[in-house]
C-alpha cells in the first residue's frame, strides 16, 4: 500500500533511517574511556539521543573545555569506525522510492553534522533518494526545535504546507520538533527509545517497521 496524501515526509536519520545506534554507543565508551577513566551506563547517553553531540557531551564533563576536548575524541573515533558499523533500517530504500513515486516530497531533518550525515546516507545507499538533508550545525536552533523541519520544507518548496507533512522519528525530540512545527507525527519503535517514551509526546502514528509509513494518510 504506497501513501499518496502526503506531501511531504520528512526523517530523522540516526535510528530511523539507519541503524547507527552500536556506533552512537561504541564511540561513547571510548569517549568517556579516555577522559574519565570510567564509561557511566550506556542508558544516559540513550537517552539523549536525538539532540546534538555538544549537547550531549556537556552532560559528562565537567566543564566545557572537557566537553570540547570529549568531542573531538569521540568524532575522530566515529570516522575511524563509521563505515563498519552503520546499515540502513530494514526496507529503507524501497519505502523512500514508493513514496518519491507518489508525489512525495522527502527530507532528512538530523542531529548530525553535514560531513558524517551525508556518509551516514551514502553507506547506507540512501543520499540520493531523498530532496533535501538539514543537519545541525545548518540551524541556529536544532532539534528539538522546529526550525530545522521549517527548513527542510522551505527547500522542499513546501513551506507553509506543515499540514500536509508527516515526520517519522524514533526519539522524544524528533516527535517535539514535529509538533512544534505543525506537522503529523509518526513514532519509530524500532530506534532507540521505548514505545512509553515515545508515547508521553502523543504522537498521532506508530510505526513498528519502515513500511508502515507507506500505510499512514494524511487526515
Not at 49 to 78: H, K, N, S
Not at 108 to 128: D, F, I, P, Q
Not at 190 to 211: H, I, M, T, V
Request: glycine share 8%; proline share 5%.
Amino acid at each position: 500500500m504506497t501513501n499518496a496524501g502526503w506531501k511531504a515526509v520528512v526523517f530523522d536519520l540516526d535510528g530511523t533511517l539507519a541503524d547507527t545506534i552500536e556506533l552512537i554507543l561504541r564511540s561513547f565508551r571510548h569517549t568517556m574511556g579516555t577522559h574519565l577513566g570510567e564509561v557511566p551506563p550506556d542508558e544516559r547517553f540513550l537517552e539523549t539521543i536525538g539532540i546534538p553531540l555538544p549537547t550531549q557531551l556537556r552532560g559528562f564533563a565537567r566543564d566545557e573545555a572537557e566537553a570540547e576536548l570529549m568531542r573531538l575524541t569521540y568524532v575522530a573515533f566515529e570516522r575511524e569506525v563509521h563505515d563498519e558499523m552503520v546499515a540502513p533500517f530494514p526496507h529503507a530504500a524501497s519505502v523512500l522510492s514508493a513514496l518519491r513515486r507518489s508525489g512525495t516530497r522527502l527530507a532528512v531533518v538530523t542531529s548530525k553534522h553535514t560531513r558524517v550525515a551525508r556518509r551516514t546516507l551514502e553507506v547506507c545507499g540512501l543520499w540520493g533518494s531523498v530532496d533535501a538533508v538539514v543537519c545541525a550545525d545548518e540551524v541556529s536552533e536544532p532539534k528539538p526545535h522546529p526550525e530545522s523541519v521549517h527548513k527542510a520544507l522551505e527547500l522542499l518548496g513546501l513551506a507553509g504546507r506543515v499540514e500536509e507533512t508527516l515526520f517519522v522519528g524514533d526519539s522524544p525530540f524528533d516527535l517535539r520538533a514535529g509538533r512544534a512545527a505543525g506537522t503529523y507525527t509518526a513514532a519509530a519503535v524500532w530506534g532507540a527509545f521505548s514505545r512509553d517514551a515515545l508515547a508521553a509526546e502523543n504522537p498521532d502514528f506508530y510505526l513498528s517497521d519502515l513500511l508502515g509509513v507507506l500505510k499512514t494518510s494524511s487526515p
